[in-house]
């Protein structure tokens, strides 16, 4: 059961190409969004669509693979875990953020025509 503690499944399309960031140790990290929406229909019948966005983020391989083959739109799946942290932004005001910590991603939809 230690395994079910803080897993995260996803499967959504990106809202944007990742951001890729190369650090001093030579490590890639990429940052991105991903979309994810469920139809339902309202007490009136209506059909809703409710869209949730997340904030990822991948490092080495993943990283790799996310610079070379995801691009915004791209349907994909992953697995990974909720990560929180605190930061202080440019004029010193605390801010909090929660990420998704990629550990497994799965290109889904059609193949690219790329060579």
Do not use: C
């Not at 997340?54 to 691009?71: D, T």
């Not at 605190?86 to 005001?93: C, F, I, L, P």
Request: proline letters at 1%; a positive charge.
């Amino acid at each position: 059961m230690y395994a079910l503690k803080n897993k995260v499944q996803l499967i959504g399309n990106l809202g944007q190409t990742p951001e890729i960031k190369t650090l001093e140790s030579g490590k890639k990290m990429a940052r991105f969004t991903m979309a994810t929406s469920e139809n339902y229909r309202n007490a009136k019948g209506e059909k809703v669509t409710d869209t949730q966005w997340h904030n990822l983020v991948a490092w080495g391989k993943l990283a790799e693979i996310a610079e070379k083959f995801l691009v915004k739109g791209k349907e994909v799946a992953i697995e990974g875990k909720l990560v929180s942290r605190s930061y202080n932004d440019k004029e010193g005001q605390k801010k909090y953020i929660t990420e998704i910590q990629v550990n497994e991603l799965l290109l889904l939809g059609a193949r690219s025509t790329e060579a």
